[in-house]
């Protein structure tokens, strides 16, 4: 505790559960977001700008950075990887090097997309070996972040979901669809740790406040497919699951490779806190306990339509169900 913490990315699904999860036990907190500009209390940033990038870090001076802020969709990332990679790696980077010159320590959140997904099962331990750009681009990111300082921590997450402005997660994109009465196709050979996001805050605040650094995978406790998981939300939410249809990933249009099995051991974070990763089950039930006061905390938010760009809207439009690779 008595860090002062800024979070880059504030306004999306993980930032915004880390501004959250930091300000409500008391922590000075900034948010810089590059959507939102400077109202309501966020910063506007563009990471890729590296000469704002350090006049912001040496301005406000935080003891620790937080950086979700990616451009995580896979079929994007593919179909344009040096403008993706202007984000993801030389965005991240930027802040690496201005963390660095004020000596601050950096938490970098990565993605199982590391992995290609043949092995089914990987720990902290074992060498990436991506599949496509975005696995790439993380790769390349990850390596930058620690080599910039050891004391920095990246976290591997997958299928973050919770809460958020636009139906933009999966279980979002479950109960928008269903709750329409509307069919959704759902991979049925994926396979995966879905991690709910208010757990993901809590274990990140905890690994800071313990000073970890390096590697950790931060996910569910709970390996599952994608159909299952989305029949499980849809239950959840007392939706009708058989508007799901389970089909093969290569039957959702699109044509980058994803891993299988992109299955993260616990293993390291577990021995190293008291707070624990939930399973599918206790998410969605922490998430439907949640939804009163989100509701409430969501009136104080920007207008989302402000700041939701027409390529975010296609993708999560397409009722396919694709999953942002964090």
Not at 50 to 72: C, D, I, Y
Not at 83 to 102: D, P, Y
Not at 191 to 217: C, K, M, Q, S
Not at 267 to 272: I, L, T
Request: overall charge neutral; charged content about 25%.
């Amino acid at each position: 505790m008595g860090d002062h913490v800024m979070i880059i990315g504030a306004t999306g699904l993980v930032g915004n559960a880390l501004l959250r999860a930091w300000k409500a036990r008391g922590d000075r907190v900034s948010a810089a977001t590059y959507h939102c500009h400077a109202s309501g209390g966020f910063l506007q940033l563009d990471m890729q700008d590296e000469t704002r990038v350090r006049a912001m870090l040496a301005e406000t001076r935080p003891s620790l950075v937080a950086v979700p802020a990616a451009n995580p969709y896979v079929d994007y990332c593919e179909l344009n990887p040096e403008e993706t990679r202007r984000v993801n790696v030389e965005g991240t980077l930027n802040v690496a090097r201005a963390c660095r010159e004020i000596g601050a320590r950096m938490i970098f959140f990565s993605s199982d997309y590391v992995f290609d997904g043949v092995k089914g099962i990987y720990t902290e331990e074992d060498a990436p070996s991506p599949l496509n750009e975005y696995g790439r681009q993380k790769v390349a990111a990850e390596a930058g972040v620690l080599a910039y300082d050891g004391r920095n921590l990246v976290l591997r997450a997958s299928g973050a979901y919770g809460w958020q402005w636009e139906p933009k997660n999966f279980v979002l994109q479950v109960k928008s669809r269903l709750s329409e009465g509307k069919t959704m196709r759902v991979a049925s050979d994926l396979r995966y740790n879905p991690t709910y996001v208010e757990n993901l805050a809590e274990i990140t605040v905890a690994l800071a406040d313990t000073g970890a650094e390096g590697i950790f995978h931060v996910v569910g406790a709970e390996e599952i497919g994608r159909h299952e998981f989305a029949v499980r939300a849809a239950r959840a939410f007392g939706l009708d699951a058989r508007l799901i249809e389970a089909v093969p990933a290569v039957r959702l249009g699109s044509t980058i490779p994803r891993p299988k099995a992109s299955i993260l051991r616990t293993d390291k974070v577990r021995a190293a806190l008291a707070v624990q990763p939930v399973g599918v089950d206790e998410g969605l039930r922490r998430m439907l306990a949640l939804e009163p006061a989100w509701r409430e905390y969501a009136l104080t938010l920007p207008d989302p339509a402000a700041k939701a760009s027409p390529l975010r809207r296609d993708i999560f439009d397409g009722g396919i169900a694709s999953r942002p690779g964090i």
